[in-house]
C-alpha cells in the first residue's frame, strides 16, 4: 500500500460527459501529480499541484482541469469526454525532491 | 527537450537467466533515474533511485552519464519479476515531473 488513495477504482460513461476522478496523497505529502496511462502514448505527465497551487503543466487537454484542496486531496475534472480519453489515470504524490509514489488508478471507459 | 527510451517493448529470458532490461535518456542538464514496476497494469511501484545506489528485489542500475543509460539488471531472474518496467527520469531543479520510456514487458518463462 502506496499510501495514495484513488477513487473510484473504475468509471464507465459515455461520450461527451464529464467526470471528476479523486485523490487523496500520502499524510505529510504536499506535492499531487496526475498521469494519464494509455496503450499508445503510454505514461504521460499531466498535471502537479504543490500545497493548493498549480505548479506545472504537461499534456493536459483543455477539456481537462485540476484542483487541489487546502486538505491536499486533489480532483481531475474531465469533460466533453471523447473515446480516445479511454485510459488509466494515475495520481502520484511526493515530498518535495522524493520519489514519486502511485495510487492504484482509476480506470476510465468511454463507451 | 527530456526523453527516455526503452529500446526493447519484449523481453523474454528462463529463470535463473540474467537479465539486462534497457534504458537510455536524452537531458542535457542533471538528470535523476528512476526504475518503476508496474504488476499486471496495477499501481506503479518504484523499484530503484539511482541516486540511492541500493539494490532491490536482487536488481540494480548504474547511471552512466557518458553513454545516459541506465540499464536495469538482474543476476538469476525469477518467474515472480514478470512485469512492465518503466524508466523515468526527473529533472533536477526544475518542475519534478516524471518523464517515462514505453517500458518493457519482462517475461521470465518457468
Known amino acids: 500500500d502506496s499510501g495514495v488513495t484513488q477513487t473510484p477504482k473504475h468509471l464507465i460513461t459515455a461520450t461527451g460527459q464529464r467526470v471528476t476522478l479523486r485523490c487523496s496523497p500520502r499524510?505529510?505529502?504536499?506535492?499531487v501529480y496526475w498521469y494519464q496511462q494509455s496503450l499508445d502514448q503510454g505514461l504521460q505527465f499531466l498535471i502537479q499541484y504543490y500545497n493548493g497551487e498549480e505548479r506545472a503543466k504537461g499534456n493536459i487537454l483543455e477539456r481537462f482541469s485540476a484542483q487541489q484542496f487546502p486538505d491536499l486531496h486533489s480532483e481531475l475534472n474531465l469533460s466533453s469526454l471523447e473515446l480516445g480519453d479511454s485510459a488509466l489515470y494515475f495520481c502520484?504524490?511526493?515530498?518535495?525532491?522524493?520519489?514519486?509514489?502511485f495510487g492504484d488508478g482509476t480506470r476510465l471507459s468511454i463507451l | 527537450a527530456q526523453r527516455v527510451t526503452q529500446p526493447e517493448k519484449l523481453l523474454s529470458v528462463f529463470k535463473g537467466a540474467p537479465v539486462e532490461l534497457k534504458c537510455n535518456y536524452s537531458y542535457s542538464g542533471s538528470p535523476e533515474l528512476f526504475w518503476y514496476v508496474q504488476y499486471s497494469r496495477q499501481r506503479l511501484q518504484l523499484l530503484l533511485r539511482h541516486i540511492s545506489r541500493e539494490s532491490i528485489k536482487g536488481f540494480t542500475a548504474d547511471l552512466n552519464k557518458g553513454e545516459t543509460s541506465f540499464h536495469l539488471k538482474k543476476p538469476f531472474a525469477q518467474e515472480e519479476d514478470s512485469a512492465m518496467y518503466y524508466c523515468a527520469l526527473r529533472a533536477q531543479g526544475g518542475s519534478e515531473k516524471l518523464v517515462f520510456g514505453k517500458g518493457t514487458k519482462l517475461t521470465v518463462n518457468p
Open positions: 502520484a504524490s511526493s515530498l518535495v525532491g522524493q520519489p514519486q509514489h
Open positions: 499524510s505529510g505529502d504536499l506535492s
